[in-house]
């Protein structure tokens, strides 16, 4: 029996050090189907503190306890200058598929109440939809 020396996978690596998050052009033309209210953004809430705010922080600065555990570190949410640029259907694609080490929702969370933190994402930073932005 002939013992045959194997190269290291490279999967492990992968996990651990993710490329770019490439978000298909349809999921960034998706438009959120629900209307902000006070309701939504209340559900949501309680979702993204109970979920989320552990890597981005109670107020999305990226700060939470785990914050320090990733590389890359948390977005931080509360920039409204890069959030203007993300559109609400990326916002759904990136909590709905995840990208390590932040972990999908799609399972976790149903559709509304996924476009529902999209709305709470928005209020961390008060930034609009790039749509929404006038042309400079």
Same mark, same amino acid.
């Given at each position: 029996?002939?013992?045959?020396?194997?190269?290291?996978?490279?999967?492990?690596?992968?996990?651990?050090?993710?490329?770019?998050?490439?978000?298909?052009?349809?999921?960034?033309?998706?438009?959120?189907?629900?209307?902000?209210?006070?309701?939504?953004?209340?559900?949501?809430?309680?979702?993204?503190?109970?979920?989320?705010?552990?890597?981005?922080?109670?107020?999305?600065?990226?700060?939470?306890?785990?914050?320090?555990?990733?590389?890359?570190?948390?977005?931080?949410?509360?920039?409204?200058?890069?959030?203007?640029?993300?559109?609400?259907?990326?916002?759904?694609?990136?909590?709905?598929?995840?990208?390590?080490?932040?972990?999908?929702?799609?399972?976790?969370? &149903?559709?509304?109440?996924?476009?529902?933190?999209?709305?709470?994402?928005?209020?961390?930073?008060?930034?609009? &939809?790039?749509?929404?932005?006038?042309?400079?």
């Amino acid at each position: 029996m002939a013992i045959v020396a194997r190269k290291k996978s490279p999967v492990i690596p992968v996990l651990f050090h993710p490329g770019p998050w490439i978000v298909p052009e349809e999921a960034k033309r998706r438009v959120n189907p629900l209307k902000l209210s006070q309701a939504n953004l209340s559900a949501a809430r309680q979702l993204y503190l109970d979920k989320c705010a552990e890597c981005h922080g109670d107020s999305g600065k990226g700060d939470g306890s785990q914050a320090k555990m990733y590389d890359p570190l948390p977005r931080n949410l509360a920039d409204a200058q890069h959030m203007s640029t993300v559109s609400d259907g990326e916002l759904f694609y990136k909590i709905s598929e995840g990208h390590r080490p932040m972990p999908s929702f799609k399972k976790r969370f &149903t559709e509304e109440q996924r476009w529902q933190l999209v709305f709470f994402i928005r209020s961390l930073s008060a930034s609009p &939809t790039p749509d929404q932005v006038p042309p400079k």
